[in-house]
């Protein structure tokens, strides 16, 4: 099992930067092998994938976030980032950590970016 949990949300004006975190606990085996990425849904929208990376580091980005965010993970492997620079309204969502791999697909709970104007 894998346990997921996101913090660093919060509101932040047009412009502002913020870094979003993923938390992973359970078998380093199981964190070590799986592809992570970072997904939103604004109120009214269906989810949309942000930003990737596979277990060998490739990473992959939605066209209306290139060159704004960044997906990376930390040396130890147990925490995945995501740094969102020049932010705009329309990056307003509930952003969810997800990490997959042959043995399960997981999801954290969310949290809450507003980006005001």
């Known amino acids: 099992q894998v346990q997921l949990v996101e913090s660093g949300g919060g509101l932040v004006q047009a412009g502002g930067s913020l870094n979003v975190s993923c938390a992973a606990s359970?078998?380093?085996?199981?964190?070590?092998?799986?592809?992570w990425g970072w997904y939103r849904q604004a109120p009214g929208k269906q989810r949309e994938l942000v930003a990737a990376v596979s277990s060998g580091g490739t990473t992959n980005y939605a066209d209306s976030v290139k060159g704004r965010f960044t997906i990376f993970r930390d040396n130890a492997k147990t925490t995945l980032h995501l740094q969102m620079n020049s932010l705009k309204p329309e990056d307003t969502a509930v952003y969810h950590c997800n990490g997959k791999a042959w043995f399960g697909d997981y999801w954290g709970q969310g949290t809450q970016v507003t980006v005001s104007s």
């Open positions: 359970g078998s380093t085996f199981n964190i070590n092998s799986m592809g």
